[in-house]
C-alpha cells in the first residue's frame, strides 16, 4: 500500500528510492544534479525575513520537503526538524536582464549533501524592480512535476491551480512491444548525432527564450497537434538550422529522451522521480518546418495511443529495482539521446505575497555525457524555452532564437 502523503503528520520515517532515483544516483556518482524552478517577478521584492516566514509556515505540510536522501541505504529518511535559515537564502544580479545569469548560479551554486533535505529557496534581486523567487533540490530526489507541485504549496499564497496528476491506464500491446524495443536498443551501439557528441566539460551554461502561449496553441490547433508538438517540431528546425550554418550539411534525425509524468493522484507531494521516459527521433533531416511538425504530431500520437508512459511504467515496476535502474541510465545517456526534452505546464501563475510572477522556467543540470538539456515552461499566458548546454557546445546560445524563428516559420501559411 502507499504511504499516506497527507497532511495528518503520520509520514513514514523512511521510504525506499525508486528505480528512477537509483538510476539518477548512478549515472551521476552520487552527485547531486541541480534542478530548478524559477519564478520571475516585477514589482517590489519580498524581504528575506518574509520569505523565510512564509517557508516555515508551509514546510511542515508539504511532505516532501521533510525527507532526506540517505545514498548508501538507498532510502529517503524523514527529517523532524527544518532550520529554514540554512535552506533560504538571498542574492544580488542587478544586471541580470534576461533571467539568465539567475540560472547559471542555480546550476553552479554547490548543493548541501549533508543530513538536510536536499532543498533550497532564493531570493534573486536582479535589475530596479525585477526579481525572482527559485524553488531548487536534487533531481535524485524529485522530477520536475515534483518540483512544480512543491513550489506552489511553499511559496504561492494559494494551493490551487498546478497540473493535474496521472491517472495510471493500461498500456496496449503496441505500447509495451515499443518500450521493450526502446530498452533492446539502448544496448546497442550509440547513435550518431554530431551537433550533440564530442567533448564534455561538465561546465554550463543556460539561455532563454518567451514567447506567448496562446501563439503555441493556435499554430498547434492549425497544424492538429499539441503544444508540445509545436515545441518539438520548432526545436528539430532550430538543430537543422544551427547545424547546417556550422557545416553546410543537413543533421540526421536527432534521438531525444521525453521525460513524462506517471504522478499520480495523492503523490503530488511524494519523495522521487515519478517519471518515465520515451525516446523520440526529431525529423532535423526535414527541410520543411510544417511537414517537421507533421512528422512530430505522427510519432507523438503514436507514444498517446500506444499508452508508452504507462508501459515503461510497467516494465520499470515489474523489474528488479537494480536491473530498472541499469536500464533507466542506459535510456538517458549521452551515447544514446542528445539530451532529455521537457515540457512542463505549471498551470496559473504562481502569486506571492499578492505579485504573480510574470514567467516561469523550470530546468536541469546535464549528467551522464549529456552535453544538452531543453525544457518548455508554460505558466498563464506565456511559455519559455530553456536551454542548458555544456560550455563545449560554443554556439547553442543561439538555439532560442533559432526555435522562435521556426515558430514564424510555422505561422505562415
Known sequence: MRPDFGTDGRLPSALPMGTVDVAFHLATGGDPVPLAFTFGFEGRAPTLDSVRARVAERVHRVPTLRYRIARDRGKFRRVDRIAVDRHVHEAWLPEDTDGSATSRLMLSRPMNTDDRPPWDVWLVHGPADRHTLVYRTDHTFQDGMGAAYTARALLGDHPEGGPAPQRPARPTAQGLADALGEVVSAFRAPTPKPAFDGAFTGRVDVCHADTPLPR????????????????????????????????????????????????????????????????LLLPCEEESPQRTLARVVARTGRLRESRRRDAMRLLLSAAPRSLGATVGTRLVRGAFVAGPVSSVNFGTALVHQGIAARRAAVFAGVASGIRCVTTLTSQHDTACLTVVHDEALATADELPDLWLAALLELERP
Not at 528546425?237 to 493522484?265: C, E, F, N, Q
Request: no cysteine; glycine share 8%.
Open 216 to 279: 503555441l496553441r493556435a499554430i498547434a490547433r492549425a497544424h492538429g497537434g499539441t503544444v508540445t508538438d509545436v515545441y518539438l517540431a520548432a526545436l528539430s528546425h532550430a538543430v537543422r538550422t544551427w547545424y547546417l550554418k556550422d557545416t553546410g550539411s543537413a543533421h540526421p534525425p536527432l534521438p531525444v529522451s521525453i521525460p513524462m509524468s506517471v504522478r499520480a493522484p495523492g503523490e503530488e507531494f511524494a519523495p522521487g522521480n515519478r517519471m518515465v521516459t520515451a525516446r
